[in-house]
């Protein structure tokens, strides 16, 4: 099993910036990737950006530009920083692992952007 735990959500103004942080703890291989989704109401979860243990990234193209990931392997800890923040960007974000057996999930953060 793994586990994940979120930090970093909240209330930011329009054209703020947020960084999420995501440690994994557990049964933690060296195989894994480990990335961002993102979800409104009645909508699907949306790709926000992934990163592979080597560190190899996918960015969701509606987002390149405004969005960084990384990692710190040693830490097992991902992070998402988020600029240029639009009130579109309103979601709750769950970070996201997967290795060769199965995908877990984070409890999700909420992110408002709102004046």
């Known amino acids: 099993q793994v586990q994940l735990v979120e930090s970093g959500g909240g209330l930011v103004q329009p054209g703020g910036s947020l960084r999420l942080s995501c440690a994994a703890s557990g049964n933690i291989d060296n195989y894994n990737t480990m990335g961002w989704y993102r979800q409104v109401p009645q909508s699907e979860r949306e790709l926000v950006a992934t990163?592979?243990?080597?560190?190899?990234?996918k960015y969701a193209d509606s987002l390149k530009g405004r969005i960084t990931i990384s990692r710190d392997n040693a830490k097992k800890t991902v992070y998402l920083q988020m600029n240029s923040l639009k009130p579109e960007d309103t979601a709750v974000y769950y970070c996201?692992?997967?290795?060769?057996?199965?995908?877990?999930w984070g409890q999700g953060s909420q992110v408002t952007v709102s004046a």
């Open positions: 990163i592979t243990i080597r560190g190899a990234i």
């Open positions: 996201y692992y997967s290795n060769s057996h199965k995908n877990y």
